[in-house]
Protein backbone atom coordinates (compact mmCIF):
# COMPACT_ATOMS: atom_id res chain seq x y z
CA UNK A 1 0.00 0.00 0.00
CA UNK A 2 0.91 3.76 -0.53
CA UNK A 3 2.29 5.23 2.35
CA UNK A 4 2.40 9.10 3.28
CA UNK A 5 6.25 10.56 2.38
CA UNK A 6 8.79 10.49 5.03
CA UNK A 7 10.69 13.47 5.77
CA UNK A 8 14.80 12.40 5.15
CA UNK A 9 17.48 14.87 5.13
CA UNK A 10 14.37 17.52 4.39
CA UNK A 11 13.07 15.70 0.95
CA UNK A 12 9.84 14.04 1.44
CA UNK A 13 10.19 10.68 0.08
CA UNK A 14 7.65 8.90 -1.72
CA UNK A 15 7.09 4.46 -1.63
CA UNK A 16 5.21 2.30 -0.75
CA UNK A 17 5.25 -0.97 1.26
CA UNK A 18 3.47 -4.34 0.37
CA UNK A 19 2.90 -7.54 2.26
CA UNK A 20 4.85 -8.55 5.64
CA UNK A 21 7.74 -10.99 6.64
CA UNK A 22 11.29 -9.95 5.92
CA UNK A 23 11.98 -6.80 5.03
CA UNK A 24 13.52 -5.78 1.62
CA UNK A 25 14.61 -2.65 0.21
CA UNK A 26 14.02 -1.71 -4.06
CA UNK A 27 15.70 0.60 -5.70
CA UNK A 28 15.20 1.88 -9.11
CA UNK A 29 17.26 3.40 -11.84
CA UNK A 30 18.27 6.09 -13.54
CA UNK A 31 14.86 8.81 -14.26
CA UNK A 32 13.08 5.95 -13.69
CA UNK A 33 10.57 5.44 -10.42
CA UNK A 34 9.48 2.58 -8.20
CA UNK A 35 6.41 1.37 -10.49
CA UNK A 36 8.89 -1.05 -13.25
CA UNK A 37 10.11 -2.62 -10.49
CA UNK A 38 6.43 -3.26 -8.96
CA UNK A 39 5.56 -4.85 -12.53
CA UNK A 40 9.14 -7.12 -12.28
CA UNK A 41 8.97 -8.40 -8.75
CA UNK A 42 5.56 -8.23 -7.10
CA UNK A 43 4.61 -11.50 -9.75
CA UNK A 44 7.46 -13.23 -8.20
CA UNK A 45 7.00 -12.27 -4.78
CA UNK A 46 3.38 -13.82 -5.00
CA UNK A 47 5.25 -17.27 -5.46
CA UNK A 48 7.58 -16.41 -2.86
CA UNK A 49 5.98 -15.03 0.37
CA UNK A 50 7.48 -14.22 3.33
CA UNK A 51 9.04 -10.78 2.48
CA UNK A 52 7.70 -7.37 3.40
CA UNK A 53 8.70 -5.17 -0.05
CA UNK A 54 9.90 -1.52 0.05
CA UNK A 55 9.67 0.57 -2.90
CA UNK A 56 10.79 4.27 -2.79
CA UNK A 57 11.43 6.84 -5.66
CA UNK A 58 14.68 8.29 -5.08
CA UNK A 59 14.92 12.12 -5.50
CA UNK A 60 14.62 13.78 -8.36
CA UNK A 61 12.29 10.70 -9.75
CA UNK A 62 8.72 9.57 -9.41
CA UNK A 63 7.02 11.67 -6.61
CA UNK A 64 10.59 12.69 -4.82
CA UNK A 65 11.43 15.97 -5.26
CA UNK A 66 15.12 16.66 -5.48
CA UNK A 67 16.97 19.77 -3.94
CA UNK A 68 19.18 21.48 -5.58
CA UNK A 69 22.32 20.75 -3.09
CA UNK A 70 21.93 17.30 -3.86
CA UNK A 71 24.38 16.58 -6.64
CA UNK A 72 26.32 13.44 -6.08
CA UNK A 73 25.75 9.42 -5.79
CA UNK A 74 27.53 9.68 -2.24
CA UNK A 75 24.82 11.70 -1.28
CA UNK A 76 22.18 9.46 -2.59
CA UNK A 77 23.49 6.83 -0.71
CA UNK A 78 23.51 8.71 1.98
CA UNK A 79 20.16 9.52 1.55
CA UNK A 80 18.33 6.15 0.74
CA UNK A 81 20.31 5.26 4.00
CA UNK A 82 18.95 7.45 6.44
CA UNK A 83 15.31 6.37 4.49
CA UNK A 84 16.20 2.81 5.83
CA UNK A 85 16.68 4.55 9.44
CA UNK A 86 13.54 5.40 9.39
CA UNK A 87 11.30 3.15 8.22
CA UNK A 88 13.53 -0.04 8.66
CA UNK A 89 15.20 1.29 12.43
CA UNK A 90 15.88 -2.24 13.62
CA UNK A 91 16.95 -5.64 12.36
CA UNK A 92 18.34 -6.87 9.25
CA UNK A 93 17.04 -6.09 5.45
CA UNK A 94 17.67 -7.51 1.96
CA UNK A 95 18.24 -5.17 -1.06
CA UNK A 96 17.56 -4.80 -4.64
CA UNK A 97 19.12 -2.60 -6.85
CA UNK A 98 18.06 -1.40 -11.08
CA UNK A 99 20.56 0.09 -13.06
CA UNK A 100 21.65 3.17 -11.56
CA UNK A 101 19.80 1.63 -8.03
CA UNK A 102 22.24 -1.28 -8.13
CA UNK A 103 25.33 1.44 -7.74
CA UNK A 104 23.42 2.67 -5.09
CA UNK A 105 22.43 -0.42 -3.65
CA UNK A 106 26.00 -1.83 -3.78
CA UNK A 107 26.96 1.68 -1.82
CA UNK A 108 25.10 0.41 0.96
CA UNK A 109 26.71 -2.87 0.78
CA UNK A 110 29.76 -1.33 1.33
CA UNK A 111 28.52 1.29 3.74
CA UNK A 112 26.27 -1.00 6.25
CA UNK A 113 27.04 -4.43 5.62
CA UNK A 114 25.82 -5.83 8.79
CA UNK A 115 22.69 -4.28 8.24
CA UNK A 116 21.99 -6.17 4.90
CA UNK A 117 20.26 -10.19 4.19
CA UNK A 118 21.46 -9.95 0.91
CA UNK A 119 22.18 -8.20 -1.79
CA UNK A 120 20.25 -8.52 -5.39
CA UNK A 121 22.01 -6.37 -8.29
CA UNK A 122 19.94 -6.23 -12.20
CA UNK A 123 21.59 -4.58 -14.65
CA UNK A 124 23.48 -2.20 -12.44
CA UNK A 125 25.30 0.39 -13.35
CA UNK A 126 29.00 -0.88 -12.47
CA UNK A 127 31.38 2.53 -13.93
CA UNK A 128 35.17 2.45 -13.75
CA UNK A 129 36.82 4.68 -11.14
CA UNK A 130 36.95 7.62 -14.10
CA UNK A 131 33.18 7.23 -14.19
CA UNK A 132 33.42 5.42 -17.70
CA UNK A 133 30.93 2.10 -18.54
CA UNK A 134 32.48 -0.70 -20.74
CA UNK A 135 29.14 -1.23 -22.90
CA UNK A 136 27.82 -4.06 -24.70
CA UNK A 137 27.54 -3.71 -28.35
CA UNK A 138 23.90 -2.82 -29.45
CA UNK A 139 22.22 -5.89 -31.37
CA UNK A 140 18.80 -6.34 -32.27
CA UNK A 141 17.56 -10.31 -32.57
CA UNK A 142 14.17 -10.15 -33.49
CA UNK A 143 13.26 -6.92 -35.98
CA UNK A 144 9.91 -5.90 -36.71
CA UNK A 145 10.02 -2.71 -37.80
CA UNK A 146 6.15 -2.23 -38.03
CA UNK A 147 5.76 -2.15 -34.54
CA UNK A 148 8.40 0.73 -33.67
CA UNK A 149 6.48 3.41 -36.81
CA UNK A 150 4.37 5.10 -33.94
CA UNK A 151 7.50 6.04 -31.45
CA UNK A 152 7.27 9.24 -30.34
CA UNK A 153 10.34 11.37 -30.29
CA UNK A 154 11.68 10.76 -26.52
CA UNK A 155 10.76 6.75 -27.50
CA UNK A 156 13.33 6.46 -30.45
CA UNK A 157 15.82 5.08 -27.82
CA UNK A 158 14.01 1.20 -27.82
CA UNK A 159 15.22 1.22 -31.75
CA UNK A 160 18.53 0.16 -30.45
CA UNK A 161 17.63 -0.73 -26.85
CA UNK A 162 15.39 -3.09 -27.44
CA UNK A 163 16.66 -6.84 -28.11
CA UNK A 164 13.71 -8.49 -29.68
CA UNK A 165 11.18 -5.84 -31.17
CA UNK A 166 7.85 -6.99 -30.56
CA UNK A 167 4.32 -4.90 -29.60
CA UNK A 168 3.64 -6.09 -26.72
CA UNK A 169 6.85 -4.99 -25.62
CA UNK A 170 6.15 -1.55 -26.68
CA UNK A 171 3.20 -0.73 -24.86
CA UNK A 172 4.32 -2.10 -21.92
CA UNK A 173 6.88 0.59 -21.79
CA UNK A 174 4.72 3.19 -22.36
CA UNK A 175 2.51 1.93 -20.05
CA UNK A 176 4.57 1.64 -17.10
CA UNK A 177 8.08 3.44 -17.55
CA UNK A 178 7.58 6.29 -20.07
CA UNK A 179 5.31 8.14 -17.90
CA UNK A 180 8.22 8.40 -15.22
CA UNK A 181 10.90 9.12 -17.67
CA UNK A 182 8.68 12.02 -18.61
CA UNK A 183 8.45 13.57 -15.03
CA UNK A 184 12.22 12.70 -13.99
CA UNK A 185 13.80 15.98 -13.01
CA UNK A 186 16.44 16.25 -15.66
CA UNK A 187 18.09 19.16 -14.28
CA UNK A 188 18.81 17.44 -11.67
CA UNK A 189 20.14 13.95 -13.42
CA UNK A 190 22.03 16.34 -15.89
CA UNK A 191 24.20 17.42 -12.22
CA UNK A 192 23.87 13.59 -10.68
CA UNK A 193 25.65 12.63 -14.14
CA UNK A 194 28.23 15.45 -13.60
CA UNK A 195 29.99 13.55 -10.67
CA UNK A 196 30.23 9.90 -12.02
CA UNK A 197 33.72 9.64 -10.39
CA UNK A 198 32.36 9.01 -7.40
CA UNK A 199 33.85 8.74 -3.63
CA UNK A 200 33.54 6.84 -0.80
CA UNK A 201 31.10 4.24 -0.83
CA UNK A 202 29.56 4.90 -4.13
CA UNK A 203 32.95 4.47 -5.95
CA UNK A 204 35.48 2.43 -3.56
CA UNK A 205 35.00 -1.48 -3.21
CA UNK A 206 34.48 -2.85 0.22
CA UNK A 207 35.59 -5.73 2.30
CA UNK A 208 34.01 -9.12 1.20
CA UNK A 209 29.73 -9.31 1.47
CA UNK A 210 29.18 -12.63 2.81
CA UNK A 211 25.83 -13.04 2.33
CA UNK A 212 23.55 -14.68 -0.43
CA UNK A 213 23.93 -12.27 -3.77
CA UNK A 214 23.02 -11.65 -7.14
CA UNK A 215 24.17 -10.08 -10.32
CA UNK A 216 21.60 -10.16 -13.12
CA UNK A 217 23.12 -8.70 -16.20
CA UNK A 218 22.34 -8.41 -20.22
CA UNK A 219 24.96 -9.55 -22.52
CA UNK A 220 23.43 -6.92 -24.79
CA UNK A 221 23.05 -4.36 -22.34
CA UNK A 222 23.77 -0.98 -24.88
CA UNK A 223 23.22 1.48 -21.51
CA UNK A 224 25.28 -0.22 -18.88
CA UNK A 225 26.95 -3.12 -20.38
CA UNK A 226 28.41 -6.36 -18.21
CA UNK A 227 32.03 -6.80 -18.02
CA UNK A 228 32.74 -4.82 -15.04
CA UNK A 229 29.68 -6.07 -13.12
CA UNK A 230 31.79 -9.55 -13.41
CA UNK A 231 34.19 -7.22 -11.25
CA UNK A 232 32.15 -7.46 -8.49
CA UNK A 233 32.27 -11.53 -7.51
CA UNK A 234 35.39 -11.20 -5.47
CA UNK A 235 33.43 -7.97 -3.45
CA UNK A 236 30.31 -10.43 -3.48
CA UNK A 237 31.75 -13.83 -2.78
CA UNK A 238 28.35 -15.89 -2.48
CA UNK A 239 26.53 -14.20 -5.48
CA UNK A 240 25.35 -16.12 -8.19
CA UNK A 241 26.27 -13.99 -11.40
CA UNK A 242 24.47 -14.13 -15.15
CA UNK A 243 24.95 -12.49 -18.43
CA UNK A 244 21.95 -13.60 -20.12
CA UNK A 245 21.92 -13.73 -24.20
CA UNK A 246 18.92 -11.97 -26.01
CA UNK A 247 19.11 -8.98 -22.73
CA UNK A 248 19.29 -5.49 -22.88
CA UNK A 249 19.02 -2.90 -20.15
CA UNK A 250 15.22 -4.60 -20.10
CA UNK A 251 16.10 -7.80 -18.02
CA UNK A 252 13.02 -8.39 -16.12
CA UNK A 253 9.32 -8.89 -17.02
CA UNK A 254 10.32 -7.78 -20.15
CA UNK A 255 13.41 -9.58 -21.45
CA UNK A 256 13.82 -13.01 -19.98
CA UNK A 257 11.14 -12.71 -17.62
CA UNK A 258 11.80 -17.27 -17.13
CA UNK A 259 15.38 -17.49 -16.39
CA UNK A 260 15.02 -13.86 -14.54
CA UNK A 261 12.03 -14.77 -11.94
CA UNK A 262 14.34 -18.45 -11.92
CA UNK A 263 17.55 -16.29 -10.39
CA UNK A 264 15.74 -14.07 -8.60
CA UNK A 265 13.47 -17.34 -6.51
CA UNK A 266 16.93 -18.87 -6.27
CA UNK A 267 18.62 -15.48 -4.41
CA UNK A 268 14.57 -15.37 -2.30
CA UNK A 269 15.20 -19.27 -1.51
CA UNK A 270 18.94 -18.35 -0.40
CA UNK A 271 18.48 -15.70 1.95
CA UNK A 272 15.51 -16.97 3.57
CA UNK A 273 17.76 -20.12 4.28
CA UNK A 274 19.96 -18.07 6.60
CA UNK A 275 19.05 -17.66 10.15
CA UNK A 276 19.63 -14.56 11.67
CA UNK A 277 21.46 -14.15 15.02
Known sequence: MTSSPIGVQGIPIAYEVHGEGRPILLIHGWSADRQYLLADFEPIFAEHPGWQRIYLDLPGHGSTPAPEWLSTTDRMISIVNDFVDAVLPKGRFAIVGSSYGGRVALGLVRLIPDRLTGAGLVVPAVTAADGSMDLAETRVF????????????????????????????????????????RRADYEFLERLEASECATGAAGSPGSPFDRPSLILTGRQDCYVGYRLAWGLLDELPRATFAALDMAGHQLGRIERPVPFRALVGDWLERMAMVREG
Open 142 to 181: VEDPSVLEDLGPDEEWMREALVVQERWIVDEIRATDMPAY
